[in-house]
């Protein structure tokens, strides 16, 4: 695990100060299956969760400029990976609560007729 959290640390420096991709691409490859099952865990859709997880590291790279202020990377991927998953079940139920709204007519009375 120590191996590992240096390896994250060298990879965050290395795409903070060199914007270098390769370091992007390994990280993605070393944290993506954890993420992934963790986002699945939350969400129950294998789909959903792998697009959580891209979206996250879109906003990594984003954000890559800003890396040097993150003590712990892969807490903090976790964690937007977790706020991510919550955001979209909070949009699934809006949308599911809509679809309902609307095949009843909007006035709370379904039309059965």
């Known amino acids: 695990m120590l191996y590992q959290t240096n390896k994250i640390r060298d990879l965050q ?13 390994a990280l993605y490859a070393i944290l993506f299956d954890d993420l992934y099952r963790f986002a699945f865990s939350i969400i129950k859709s294998r789909e959903s969760a792998e697009e959580i997880v891209s979206d996250v590291f879109i906003k990594l790279w984003k954000k ?3 890396l040097s202020h993150i003590d712990n990377l892969r807490l903090y991927l976790f964690t937007a990976t977790k706020n991510y998953s919550l955001n979209y079940i909070v949009k699934q139920s809006k ?7 609307h095949e009843d007519g909007g006035d709370g009375n379904r039309n059965y007729w």
Do not use: G, I, P, T
């Open 64 to 66: 890559k400029d800003e």
């Open 95 to 101: 949308r599911h609560l809509m679809n309902y709204y």
């Open 13 to 25: 420096f290395r795409m903070s100060c060199y914007r270098d991709v390769k370091a992007y691409e």
